[in-house]
């Protein structure tokens, strides 16, 4: 049997789990210089730091109780930031001390305060817990902590981060001086070292994430996109890769809302997780996710902590990270337990150089690179596709009586063509992208000049960036308005206040007259003047900066021997002479 060097009751569940080797992290808290002392480990997630923390207690937990499966006050304690890592960390202690017979007791908000008493009351060797819902027990005398040999801090970065420090340092004062303080961390801030010193003695630091603060399971990928083609990204991210269970990041609620109903639309099996959630919400989010009835998961920060999903293998950063360690917790989601997993940076090109920099700090090497194109994602389909319907099945004998059917009627070319149209159908649709390369830009305004439009008159709408206007729906407007087809419409080009379009020559006048009969069936409300711009939008916005530029003052000669007078020093300052602020053109 493997792990010799562990008790039985310990190395036979590991051996069972399929365990052939510990990782790192497990070997390193079990080391002789590690032994009964405290210890402050930075490991990443996913790196097996549950087991590691049962096997650092183990040795005291089986000489407390021998062949005792319940003890009169708990001995070990276990604080997790969420709910979800309390949960998974109690089910990793069941199975790694079942053949102990320990008992385990959770207490996390949103569930039964009374059954969790009763439970605390039912003589567990270790409570795992949520910061909030530990202190209320502690505080109602459900909870006592005099008698723990050990406590452990799971992701204690992400519990101060998330305002629990008064509570941990509650907790941790209700312990007894004698016990164990183990700090589990993705990250060392110095808040961090700060509750190490204060509660840890002589403890003994595990730097296990390596100088690489990118995990080296996960390979990161950085996506260059317009602005506006956000979502598109997204769509063909989701498409490309295929993952068993993707899960997406969002800054706000409100984000996770809008991109959670645009994929549902779009026909990918999604489910929400954000703070607005209910606690039953959350549990059937995350079944239907472990049931692959949902294979996407859009989720802001807080509500993604302590997610634990064998199957996520695609992390995407929709909205990018406030800082390097959100981007190492977000992606720290994937590549769990020696498994692969791709962290996707959905990067505006205007944004680039400030992830650049991220990445710099952070030590992690991501690839940049553009959004898949539809006809990559259609040779991906077509791979998986062939993959998928010569893999060997079994099949019932009605199945086979339906098909000599089939047979019968159509051919065997047609009955394949249907099969991979039914399974193409079921498939959200990828989406064109405008490529972000120097050599992809150049592309597209070659493309933008093509037959038809080498003369164009310009037009202008009075919307722009400032009203959010998007081509996207700016181009039906225009068609409704001006009776033409988007294919006959030209460059569009989106100003801070209003937009520029081209319409071919030949087409300019019967177009402007159909706006002047349009313009008359329009609402009021939701007016928009669109009229002919014979300067186009370069003109446009030189006009507008002359327009808002006050006129220089020629200087003097230097006739006191003093400064020269040099006019305003700027818009709206005082000019020379101190007569005010500055408004409007000078006189004379």
Known sequence: MPFEFLPPVIAEPLAERGYTDLTP??????????????????????????????????????????????VERPLALIVAPTRELALQVSRELQWLYAKVGLRIATCVGGMDASKERRNLRGGPAIVVGTPGRLRDHLERGALDLSGLIGVVLDEADEMLDMGFREDLEEILDATPGTRRTLMFSATMPRPIVALAERYQTDALRLALAGQDRGHGDISYRAIAVGPSEIENAVVNLLRFHEAKTAILFCATRDNVRHLHATLQERGFAVVALSGEHSQSERNHALQALRDRRARVCVATDVAARGIDLPTLSLVVHVEIPRDAETLQHRSGRTGRAGKKGIAALIVP???????????????????????????????????????????????????????????????????????????????????????????????????????????????????????????????????????????EIGAIKVGQTETHFQIPRQLADRFADALRRTAREENENDFILIEPAPEGPREAARANRREHRPERV???????????????????????????????????
């Not at 700016?474 to 068609?479: M, N, S, T, V």
């Open 349 to 487: 090109y205007n944004r680039r150089r400030r992830v650049e920099t991220m990445l710099r700090g952070a030590r992690i090497e991501a690839e940049w690179m553009e959004a898949p194109t539809p006809e990559m994602i259609r040779a991906k389909d077509r791979v998986r596709l062939m993959e998928r319907l010569t893999a060997p099945q079994e099949f019932e004998d009605e199945d086979r009586a339906l098909a000599t059917e089939l047979m019968g009627r159509m051919s065997a070319e047609d009955i394949a063509a249907a099969l991979v149209r039914g399974h193409r159908s079921a498939m959200p649709q990828p989406e064109e992208l405008m490529s972000q390369t120097p050599e992809g830009r150049e592309a597209a305004r070659a493309q933008r000049h093509r037959p038809g439009f080498e003369d164009t008159v310009w037009f202008r709408a009075a919307v722009g960036r400032r009203h959010n206007a998007e081509p996207r729906w700016l181009l039906p407007l225009i068609c409704r308005r001006g009776h033409v087809t988007r294919n």
């Open 554 to 588: 020629q200087a003097r000669p230097n006739e006191g021997g003093g400064k020269p007078y040099k006019g305003p020093r700027k818009f709206g300052g005082k000019p020379a002479g101190g007569r005010g602020n500055f408004k409007g053109k000078p006189r004379g």
């Open 25 to 70: 992290v497990q070997s390193a808290v079990i080391a002789p210089e590690a032994q009964g002392r405290d210890l402050i480990v930075s490991a990443q997630t996913g790196s097996g730091k549950t087991v590691a923390f049962g096997l650092a207690l183990s040795e005291a937990l089986l000489a407390e109780t021998g062949n005792v499966p319940l």
